[in-house]
């Protein structure tokens, strides 16, 4: 990657439940109070000069708003060009869209094939900046692959665990990169927990969707990226498919820091939380009025990256829902299946399932007129159908 001055707006790690700061030269997971234990965030020094303009003639990466990113020496940056992906307008679906500007923010042409791409591309640089020898994952899928293949990069080690019931093609990645994988019997909380039980005592660096601080930044840039492709100009709605909810939270973050920053106004995208039957503890709090999900695991489903029975942010889930005026449904495998065939054979995309679970989530607020008249609407196509081919009938 080219040199560059990083000189990072980052001031340090903060908690939002109880406000306790961290220091971003330390290794740290969650929130050390006791009582809280909550995910930690990035802060950054927005009352400084940073003119949008800068972002011109910037390689088209993520790392093009390093300013507001947390690695504090660019020679530590792990990175394999990911980000600045498309936004493709929905075509040949004109029933579907009239009267609505719709794009798919098109997460599969990351490197390993989706957005977890730019979350594990920025915790193994903060990792490496940091001295971490070994890093360990629970996954769905597609953060193991991506770990495993950044960390070969980094000249680290990964460990990675996961379901048995994943498509066997994510293990064969992991394996392919030299990744120490581990088939587990169970969910991704299954996974996370003998993860972190061992960490300690094998000298693991855990980096578990939000028990960490690094991996959000890296998918905020998702937000940034959909601004600067509108012309700065905020949509009205974006759709998330929400396990874990890492990208959800980063996005809502991005919007918050763009504001601070001068380069949007007072606009903010309303956020919908798309889920599986499978596991809906989002879409029921939600739909409850309450703060805090439930444990929910109703077992397989052919979009394994909402196989997520309760997100350990499912507070700042809720929170960015509730702040942006936003909602939360559920998709069952069999619309999942049937949106991915449509947008195939429509768009010439293969998605993933969590990808095609936005699609019907969007037709679905559109028919009960949640979704207006002259509103953009960004679906985030978080990665590649291909991995998942075993999953699907054709």
Not at 29 to 39: D, M
Not at 92 to 121: C, H, M, W, Y
Not at 235 to 253: A, N, Q, R, S
Request: net charge neutral; aromatic share 10%.
């Amino acid at each position: 990657m080219e040199s560059l001055k990083h000189d990072t707006f980052l001031i340090n790690l903060e908690c939002p439940a109880c406000g306790a700061t961290y220091e971003a030269t330390e290794l740290n997971t969650v929130c050390k109070v006791a009582e809280c234990q909550s995910t930690l965030f990035p802060r950054y020094d927005t009352a400084k000069t940073f003119d949008k303009g800068l972002l011109k003639g910037r390689p088209a990466n993520m790392w093009r708003y390093w300013e507001m990113l947390p690695v504090l020496d660019a020679n530590h940056i792990v990175s394999m060009g990911e980000g600045f992906t498309p936004l493709l307008p929905v075509i040949n679906l004109d029933e579907d869209i009239a009267g609505n500007q719709v794009f798919f923010k098109n997460e599969a042409g990351n490197p390993t094939g989706s957005f977890k791409a730019r979350g594990i591309s920025m915790a193994v640089s903060k990792a490496k900046e940091l001295g971490v020898k070994t890093i360990a994952i629970p996954t769905a899928g597609n953060a193991g692959g991506a770990l495993s293949a950044y960390a070969a990069r980094a000249g680290m080690k990964a460990v990675v665990y996961m379901p048995k019931l994943t498509p066997q093609l994510f293990k064969d990645e992991c394996r392919l990169y030299g990744a120490d994988l581990t088939e587990i019997d169970g969910n991704i909380s299954d996974c996370g927990k003998l993860i972190h039980e061992q960490a300690a005592e094998k000298g693991w660096f855990p980096i578990s969707t939000l028990r960490e601080p690094y991996r959000v930044e890296g998918k905020k840039t998702m937000g940034y990226e959909i601004a600067e492709q509108l012309n700065w100009e905020v949509p009205d709605v974006i759709f998330y498919p929400t396990g874990g909810g890492t990208g959800l939270i980063g996005i809502w973050k991005a919007f918050k820091e763009m504001a601070a920053l001068g380069w949007i106004g007072d606009k903010r995208p309303r956020m919908v939380a798309v889920q599986s039957e499978s596991c809906d503890g989002i879409v029921n709090a939600f739909n409850e009025g309450s703060a805090s999900a439930t444990f929910v695991d109703g077992g397989f489903t052919i979009a394994n990256g909402l196989r997520v029975p309760k997100s350990y942010a499912d507070k700042e889930i809720l929170k960015a829902l509730k702040e942006s005026c936003g909602t939360a449904l559920t998709i069952s495998d069999a619309e999942m299946e049937a949106g991915v065939k449509q947008l195939a054979q429509t768009q010439g995309i293969l998605m993933a399932p969590e990808g095609a679970a936005l699609w019907l989530a969007y037709k679905k607020l559109k028919v009960a007129h949640w979704i207006k008249p002259g509103e953009t609407v960004v679906m985030v196509n978080t990665g590649s159908g291909y991995k998942y081919l075993e999953n699907i009938k054709y």
